[in-house]
């Protein structure tokens, strides 16, 4: 069974329009991420939250906004979409105070813009 | 300019061939990830060691923390190990859970 779940895994989108990226961990982690992953570009970091609380924030627009409406639960909804938003996105999660603890990610959302 | 930096981009191998794989990164980190993506996308967490040498499997990876630099060798390499060995570091010092990544390596082990 998948230990983080995201939906959909696909998702087309018009330009302008708005749409939420849902994901769910049942590790009993206490920190949840979002991570962008585009043509060419490395994995990049969106956002964190540790007990549904924003730890950081590297996403320039607000038209990203993740909602946490459980402690396992993060979504990421994206407002006035545009071509360049097309990526994958993946949601992660970890034990924080663990030291190195390993990160698991989901299988993520490959969202198109057109 | 890029906080992470890996080296080959690409290796091809024949199967049963070793590999290695270097990271080098700009400053220092508290935390240091290697994960495997698959073709089809998805990540998996190989190993965590921001200092020092760890083994799983096939799997060993040597980090020298000041030099700012971790190797990944895989032995006797398979066809299924084909796919983006990717490096990820902390080096926030916040404990904000934020990893840097770099591109990748892509290795294709043929049979």
């Known amino acids: 069974d998948p230990k983080i779940i995201q939906k959909p895994k696909y998702l087309v989108a018009v330009t302008g329009s708005e749409k939420i990226l849902i994901c769910e961990q049942y590790?009993?982690?206490?920190?949840m991420y979002w991570y962008r992953q585009s043509a060419k570009k490395p994995l990049e970091f969106m956002f964190s939250y540790s007990y549904q609380k924003l730890m950081d924030n590297q996403t320039a627009s607000s038209r990203f906004q993740p909602q946490s409406s459980k402690k396992n639960h993060l979504d990421l909804q994206i407002t006035a979409l545009k071509p360049d938003d097309s990526a994958t996105y993946f949601c992660?999660?970890?034990?924080?105070?663990?030291?190195?603890?390993?990160?698991?990610f989901g299988s993520g959302t490959r969202l198109l813009v057109i | 300019g890029q906080q992470v930096q890996q080296s080959p981009s690409s290796l091809v191998l024949q199967e049963g061939e070793n590999a290695e794989l270097q990271c080098n990164f700009s400053?220092?980190?508290?935390?240091l990830q290697w994960f495997y993506q698959s073709p089809g996308g998805s990540l998996v967490s190989l190993l965590s060691n921001p200092s020092g040498t760890k083994h799983t499997g096939r799997l060993t990876s040597t980090t020298v923390t000041k030099e700012r630099r971790s190797s990944l060798h895989i032995s006797s390499s398979q066809t299924t190990d084909s796919g983006t060995y990717l490096c990820?570091?902390?080096?926030?010092?916040?404990?904000?859970?934020?990893?840097?990544f770099g591109h990748g390596t892509i290795l294709r082990v043929h049979p």
């Open positions: 992660a999660s970890s034990q924080r105070q663990i030291a190195n603890s390993d990160y698991t």
């Open positions: 400053s220092t980190a508290t935390q």
């Open positions: 590790l009993g982690h206490n920190a």
């Open positions: 990820a570091i902390d080096n926030t010092g916040a404990n904000t859970g934020k990893l840097t």
